[in-house]
């Protein structure tokens, strides 16, 4: 018998763990020398995402490079990639790490490149984590405020 709510849980908790053991928050990737050569668009982005240590050589990005196939390949292919999500030219790229699996798109982290600079996006149990542990401080603080009156 199957249980109701087990797998929306289970993929909850997939989306929740990727990616917590390559936290990056805290880093950053800017190639000026690259940036001068190159325009960074739609077209580009991606190439210079490769050139930064958030970059997984594994992926299949890379295994398309080598051979020198199309993106479009991607999509038939398993296992670890790059998209780009979201493009305001010039300014704002949001790129996606994920795994692809039969039958399924587990999204990994998102990296978002603004003027050139590349940062890793927290997840959302860091972003919430984070808020919980603000409140609790501030709760203390200001009980203690209370007491003393």
């Given at each position: 018998r199957k249980r109701?709510?087990?797998?929306?849980?289970?993929?909850?908790k997939r989306f929740m763990m990727s990616g917590q053991d390559e936290d990056q928050t805290g880093?950053?990737?800017?190639?000026?020398?690259?940036?001068?050569?190159k325009p960074l668009n739609r077209d580009t982005v991606l190439e210079y995402?490769?050139?930064?240590?958030?970059?997984?050589?594994?992926?299949?990005?890379?295994?398309?490079?080598?051979?020198?196939?199309?993106?479009?390949?991607?999509?038939?292919?398993?296992?670890?990639?790059?998209?780009?999500e979201h493009a305001q030219e010039d300014y704002l790229f949001v790129i996606l790490k994920q795994k692809r699996e039969t039958g399924s798109i587990v999204p990994m982290a998102y990296y978002y490149v603004i003027h050139g600079t590349i940062y890793q996006s927290p997840n959302i149990f860091s972003i919430l984590s984070s808020r919980l542990v603000r409140l609790f401080l501030f709760s203390s603080s200001f009980q203690s405020f209370i007491e003393g009156f």
């Amino acid at each position: 018998r199957k249980r109701k709510g087990v797998g929306r849980r289970k993929v909850i908790k997939r989306f929740m763990m990727s990616g917590q053991d390559e936290d990056q928050t805290g880093v950053c990737f800017k190639d000026s020398r690259w940036l001068e050569e190159k325009p960074l668009n739609r077209d580009t982005v991606l190439e210079y995402f490769s050139l930064s240590g958030f970059y997984d050589r594994t992926c299949n990005n890379e295994q398309i490079k080598m051979q020198r196939l199309s993106l479009d390949k991607l999509k038939q292919m398993i296992g670890i990639e790059y998209v780009l999500e979201h493009a305001q030219e010039d300014y704002l790229f949001v790129i996606l790490k994920q795994k692809r699996e039969t039958g399924s798109i587990v999204p990994m982290a998102y990296y978002y490149v603004i003027h050139g600079t590349i940062y890793q996006s927290p997840n959302i149990f860091s972003i919430l984590s984070s808020r919980l542990v603000r409140l609790f401080l501030f709760s203390s603080s200001f009980q203690s405020f209370i007491e003393g009156f």
